[in-house]
């Protein structure tokens, strides 16, 4: 086994400060590491609103679309960190990214000329997480193989963690490839005020453990949910 290392700088941290009396606000202190997930797929006032939102994001992009490559530039450009967000099997069905999306039982050469290609077309990116995956991420030799390429490349990986039985983050401790995890899903149900649920619920983890990351996806609600709530906890 390899020895601990360090948690990545990733996931554009924010630090929450403690709001003055006159304001309603979310009253914690801590640091929020905020991924946006599926870019790639759109170029609209949606995908772009994330952008404008007064902090830093990390911008998940899906490798494989029409607006992916000129998304990781504008993303960029506005400030926000770049990830890849790779297509990884599912225990479902898993439809289109079909040139990227890596496969148990595939061939190890086979994932890692996958994982090049991915961040070939994201230049930008400084780091990795996974796209659904709740089977690949469970597969010691997927993993691996994911592993050996971010190690070679220098840079870091984020588990989604779609399953509990997830073997990512003991896999990326032994390549010695800085890794953190996900805490909170923010919009798996789009409902706004449950959107606000998550979010209280992953800054009360970012005050008891000092940090926490949370995934949102590019949805108008997480937008709106985001646009009004963000202000109170930076």
């Known amino acids: 086994m390899g020895e601990p290392v360090e948690k990545p700088e990733t996931?554009?941290?924010e630090t929450i400060k403690k709001p003055?009396?006159?304001?309603?606000?979310?009253?914690?202190?801590?640091?929020?590491?905020?991924?946006?997930?599926?870019?790639g797929y759109r170029n609209d006032d949606i995908s772009d609103g994330f952008l404008y939102l007064d902090v830093n994001l990390t911008c998940a992009v899906i490798p494989g679309h029409a607006y992916s490559s000129s998304f990781g530039e504008k993303a960029v450009s506005r400030g926000h960190?770049?990830?890849?967000?790779?297509?990884?099997?599912?225990?479902?069905?898993?439809?289109?990214?079909?040139?990227?999306?890596?496969?148990?039982?595939?061939?190890?050469?086979?994932?890692?000329?996958?994982?090049?290609?991915?961040?070939?077309?994201?230049?930008?990116?400084?780091?990795?997480?996974?796209?659904?995956?709740?089977r690949a991420t469970?597969?010691?030799?997927?993993?691996?193989?994911?592993?050996?390429?971010?190690?070679?490349?220098n840079k870091f990986f984020i588990d989604s963690r779609t399953t509990p039985e997830t073997v990512a983050d003991s896999i990326?401790?032994?390549?010695?490839?800085?890794?953190?995890?996900?805490?909170?899903?923010?919009?798996?149900?789009?409902?706004?005020?449950?959107?606000?649920?998550?979010?209280?619920?992953?800054?009360?983890?970012?005050?008891?453990?000092?940090s926490a990351i949370g995934i949102g996806h590019v949805k108008q609600n997480t937008l709106n949910v985001l646009r009004k709530q963000l202000s109170l906890i930076h």
């Open 11 to 13: 996931a554009a941290k």
């Open 20 to 39: 003055s009396d006159a304001e309603t606000s979310i009253r914690t202190i801590g640091e929020i590491g905020l991924i946006i997930d599926d870019f």
């Open 81 to 134: 960190e770049v990830i890849v967000h790779m297509p990884m099997e599912n225990m479902g069905e898993n439809r289109g990214e079909e040139e990227f999306v890596l496969r148990v039982g595939m061939t190890l050469d086979s994932i890692k000329n996958r994982v090049h290609k991915a961040l070939d077309q994201l230049p930008e990116a400084i780091g990795m997480n996974n796209h659904q995956g709740s």
């Open 138 to 153: 469970t597969d010691p030799d997927v993993m691996n193989s994911v592993a050996a390429v971010l190690k070679e490349r």
């Open 172 to 210: 990326m401790n032994n390549w010695k490839v800085p890794s953190a995890r996900r805490n909170v899903f923010l919009d798996n149900d789009h409902d706004e005020e449950k959107i606000k649920r998550q979010l209280l619920s992953l800054v009360e983890i970012a005050e008891r453990d000092g």
